[in-house]
Each structure stands twice: as structure tokens, then as C-alpha cells.
């Protein structure tokens, strides 16, 4: 029975082969199709690297964990591919590949706490001159602002003039979507009262001089006032503040709500009142405290809140009306992009820790580009060296190796294209380090295996049988040297961070897969070689000076 079922064994080596070739076609298909490419970081593609530093008071690592998380989880949501954020000590330094350091600095920038502020006064952004007559009479000029008209001549800007992404009507969700065009201008002659709350304090000599000689058009201009009028000490005061695109520039009344009241926020397709997609994005907004919200919107019904982050406005709907329940919509001239960024930032927009920009690093493409080549090169002379020698010394069975690394070094990389795309897996430098390294792992398995093979001939075996025998005494060496491997790439990934991690798991990848195809390729490729003569008894076949050969 033993006899047979080996014979059995023995007969049916293209089974896993045709599994092997499956395999590979099948993946190399999906990255075909999808037209992926691998994931690369920022030591290869290039970016800018940003070091945010704790303000005041040592973080608890609770806090700093959840804000790294709230941090990664908001430039994941801009959309930026392969970002890292990861902690140093009590830093945390942020990777954005192919982002500049401006786009950086705006990403990563955006830190502070999120508030909602009422709208005093919006005007356009500049040039300076002929804003500096609104300043004087702001006396008499607020009670006819945004609050009283749509139609004024400094609501214009806000509303129907310029129409911008993220202005828009902010409503009870439950409210049907379908007149809502026709209620963004006619709820502001309904509440006559409720804007004379809006006027009532005055507004500081220094904003009023600020208002005239700030153009927000000019992104430096935009920092500045950001830094000043960001400063969490602003908040019980009226503040400068810029949209987001510099487009206005508005005069806000103290902070009336944080964004830590915001349960949740998504962006979505709005629906009229029969449930059909009107194919228009709106933002749906959920706060913890109804009832507060409530009041807030009651307040300033028919009025403009502002959505402050960081001293830069992202959002100024005007209120439609009291939403009671703590759901809102958020709606405007939105597309896919602004209302996922408008819901990124209600989302995150709030940290258990503030930060500073100690440190911001730009990496040329070109560097990344040179790194990139150095290591390919690295890899290629290794694995030729290592498949010279193969061939010198093991002549068919060397060729066997060859394409085994071939399959090997494939697999390798349709893993990593599909991992990225489907898991985010970063290449970096150090990954590919791992690759490397994981090519002297893989060559051991074919040593093992052959030295394994010439012992069971030299004892007396046929080539046949010794390759039967041979292989499930080496493929249990080759288990325990790979399980080695995959445990301290493990222990590694799980203690490290950055870039050793990426190192640690295409070693740990490449592990896995060397196992894959000792088992699927190496085996039954032999076994097939052993039943032709020539690999037998010829020179070529690499056995050739092994005592007591046999045949089958």
C-alpha cells in the first residue's frame, strides 16, 4: 500500500504546478486590469515629512495615541496615498508622499480646535482699497449684513455671487430636500427678530482695521491670520478669519460651540422627498446634544454659522431653521471631493492635543528616484550571484532554481501591488531591504533540498524514491528555518514602527511565500526531472559523481 500510494504520489506532479501557473495568471490578470503599481513612500517618490511637537504640558499616551489616530484618519480622508503618521517619542511625525510643502503644511496644519462661530460681518477678499470705507460705518452697516438679506451687497459675495463648494443652507434632515433651492433665499425675510442677535457686539478697532488691510487672497496673509486668531485663547473673542479658498473674509463672533460635540459627520448624496437621488453631495451632520444644537440654531435661524478650523473657515451655511433632533444636512455647490473634505474635517477636526510644527522636511522625487535604483541594483547582482552559482555547481537542478526564483520574486511582487491597493501596504526602502534579504532565505530552501536529495542517492536510494524521501525530510528543515524567519519578522512588526515595520513584513511576506513554492514548485518540478534519463545519469542533471546512483 505504501508502494502505491508513493506511485500515486509520484504521477500527479502537475497538480500543483497547474496551481502555481493559476495562481500567477490570476494575479497578474487583476493588476493588469485594475492597472495598479505598487504603493511607494516617501523615501521613494518623494514629499514632505512633518514633525508636529506638543504644546504645553507632556501628553498622556492615551492622548497622544487618540490623536494620532484622529490625525491618520483625517489625511487618510484627504485622499493623500501612502501617508504615514506615526509617533516619535512624544512627537509625531506625519509622511505625505507626492504632496508639497505647502499642500503639506494645510493638511497637516489643520490641528486646532474646531469651532462654530456666528457670522458678523462677510466681505470680499480684497484688494485692500476699496474695502477700507466698509470698516468705518460698521455701526450701521451690521444690522443690513448677512443676517437681514441675502440680497445685500456684502452678502453677495457669500451666497449668490461666487458660487463656492463649501457655502451653503444648513437644515433639519428630515426636512424634504426637494424646495430646498427655493428656501435658500426666502428664510432670511422670514425671521425678522431672530437677526438682531446676530449685530449685537460690537466688533473690536483692531478687527475693523484688520478687515481693511487683509487681502485673503494671498496665502501668506491667510497664515498669518490663521496663527492669530487660531489660538485657542481667541475663542471667547470676535476673530479675522478667511475661507478656506481666500474667496471671503469675514468678521466671526466668539465661539458658541466645539467640534467635540459633533457625534459624526458623512458625506452623501442627497434625496428628494420621494427617496429619488437628486445626484447633488450634501453633508449630514449628527451632534451629541441635541438640545444644545437646538438652541444654537434657533439662535441664529435665517443666519450664517461659521465651521472654523485652525483660524480658517471651511464652511459658513446659513441656518434654515431650529433643528431640534441633532441631525443636520449641510447643503451647496458641493462635489464628491469638498463634501468628503467637509465631513473629514467635522469629523477630526478636534484633537486632545494641540501641536506645533517643529519640524517639516521636503524629500526630492529625484533622491527617491536614485535610492530606488541603488537597491534594484543591490537586489539583481545578489540574486545573479546567487543563481551563478547555482547553475556552476548544480547544473538542471540549477535551472530549477532559477525559475523558482522567478516565481518566487513574482509572486512577490503581485502581492505587494495588491496589498497596496487593497490594504494600503506602503513599499518603502526598507521594504524592499526585506525582499532582498528574503532572497538568501529562499536559495537556502533549494540548498537544503538538493544536499538533502544527494544524501538519500549516496544511502542507497534510487533518484526517484530519493526525491520523495528527500523532500519531506528537507521541507521539514525548510518549515522550521522559514518559521524562524517569520517569527522575528513578526516580533518585529509588532515592536517597531516607520519604516523597520515595512521591513519586517515583506520579510515576513516573502516567508510565507518561499513556503508556498517549496510545497506547489520546487517538488514536483524534481519529481518530473527524475523520471527522464538524462537527469538521471547525465552530467547535466547536477547528480552526477553522487555514489551509488540509481535508476527508477
Known amino acids: 500500500m505504501a508502494t502505491r500510494s508513493t506511485g500515486r504520489t509520484r504521477t500527479r506532479p502537475g497538480r500543483p504546478l497547474a496551481f502555481i501557473l493559476l495562481t500567477l495568471v490570476a494575479l497578474t490578470t487583476l493588476v493588469v486590469v485594475k492597472e495598479w503599481e505598487p504603493r511607494r513612500g516617501l523615501d521613494l517618490v518623494g514629499g514632505t515629512s512633518v514633525i508636529l511637537t506638543p504644546k504645553g504640558e507632556k501628553p498622556s499616551s492615551g492622548a497622544l495615541a487618540s490623536a494620532v489616530d484622529i490625525i491618520r484618519r483625517r489625511v ?280 506645533e510644527q517643529s519640524q517639516t522636511q521636503t524629500i526630492s522625487a529625484t533622491l527617491g528616484d536614485r535610492s530606488l535604483n541603488g537597491a534594484v541594483l543591490a537586489g539583481l547582482l545578489g540574486l545573479g550571484a546567487v543563481l551563478l552559482y547555482a547553475i556552476l555547481y548544480y547544473r538542471a537542478l540549477g535551472l530549477v532554481t532559477i525559475v523558482g526564483m522567478l516565481i518566487f520574486a513574482g509572486l512577490n511582487f503581485l502581492a505587494i501591488v495588491v496589498l497596496g491597493q487593497t490594504m494600503g501596504f506602503t513599499l518603502t526602502l526598507a521594504g524592499i531591504a526585506g525582499l532582498i534579504v528574503s532572497v538568501g532565505i529562499s536559495a537556502d530552501s533549494y540548498v537544503v533540498f538538493y544536499e538533502r536529495l544527494r544524501d538519500e542517492i549516496r544511502s542507497g536510494k534510487s533518484v526517484q524514491a530519493g526525491v520523495e524521501r528527500g523532500f519531506k525530510r528537507a521541507f521539514f528543515t525548510i518549515l522550521t528555518a522559514d518559521g524562524v524567519s517569520f517569527l522575528a519578522a513578526l516580533i518585529l512588526y509588532a515592536l517597531s514602527v516607520g519604516e523597520v515595520r515595512g521591513f519586517a513584513f515583506t520579510l515576513g511576506l516573502a516567508t510565507l511565500i518561499d513556503v508556498f513554492v517549496a510545497w506547489l514548485y520546487t517538488r514536483p518540478v524534481v519529481t518530473l526531472l527524475a523520471r527522464t534519463r538524462m537527469f538521471r545519469e547525465g552530467r547535466f542533471g547536477g547528480l552526477a559523481g553522487t555514489r551509488q546512483l540509481k535508476g527508477a
Request: glycine letters at 8%; one cysteine or more.
Open 76 to 355: 487618510n480622508g484627504t485622499g493623500v496615498t501612502s501617508a504615514e503618521v506615526v509617533t516619535e517619542g512624544e512627537n509625531v511625525r506625519v509622511s505625505l508622499p507626492n504632496v508639497g510643502r505647502t499642500e503639506a503644511l494645510r493638511i497637516v496644519g489643520t490641528t486646532a480646535e474646531l469651532t462654530f462661530r456666528s457670522v458678523l460681518q462677510a466681505v470680499d477678499p480684497g484688494p485692500p482699497a476699496p474695502v477700507t470705507a466698509t470698516p468705518a460705518p460698521t455701526g450701521t452697516a451690521k444690522p443690513t449684513a448677512t443676517p437681514k438679506s441675502t440680497a445685500s451687497p456684502k452678502a453677495s459675495p457669500t451666497s449668490t455671487a461666487r458660487p463656492r463648494p463649501l457655502a451653503g443652507v444648513l437644515l433639519p434632515a428630515q426636512t424634504s430636500p426637494t424646495p430646498t433651492p427655493k428656501a435658500t433665499a426666502t428664510p432670511t425675510r422670514r425671521p425678522t427678530a431672530t437677526p438682531t442677535a446676530q449685530p449685537t457686539p460690537s466688533i473690536p478697532r483692531d478687527i475693523q482695521q484688520a478687515l481693511a488691510e487683509v487681502d485673503c487672497r494671498d496665502a501668506e496673509q491667510r497664515a498669518e491670520v490663521a496663527d492669530v486668531y487660531g489660538d485657542p485663547s481667541m475663542n471667547t473673542k470676535e476673530i479675522l478669519s478667511c475661507e478656506e479658498d481666500g474667496s471671503v473674509k469675514y468678521v466671526l463672533g466668539p465661539s458658541e460651540m466645539g467640534g467635540k460635540e459633533i457625534k459624526g459627520a458623512l458625506a452623501t448624496i442627497r434625496q428628494d422627498a420621494n427617496g429619488v437621488s437628486t445626484g447633488e453631495w450634501m453633508v449630514e451632520l449628527t451632534m451629541k446634544s441635541a438640545k444644545k444644537w437646538g438652541d444654537l440654531t434657533k439662535k441664529y435661524t435665517g443666519q450664517q454659522i461659521a465651521i472654523v478650523l485652525d483660524g480658517i473657515v471651511q464652511s459658513a451655511p446659513r441656518v434654515e431653521a431650529e433643528i431640534p433632533n441633532g441631525i443636520a444636512q449641510i447643503t451647496g455647490d458641493f462635489n464628491e471631493r469638498s463634501a468628503n473634505g467637509l465631513a473629514n474635517v467635522l469629523k477630526y477636526g478636534s484633537l486632545p492635543v494641540q501641536f
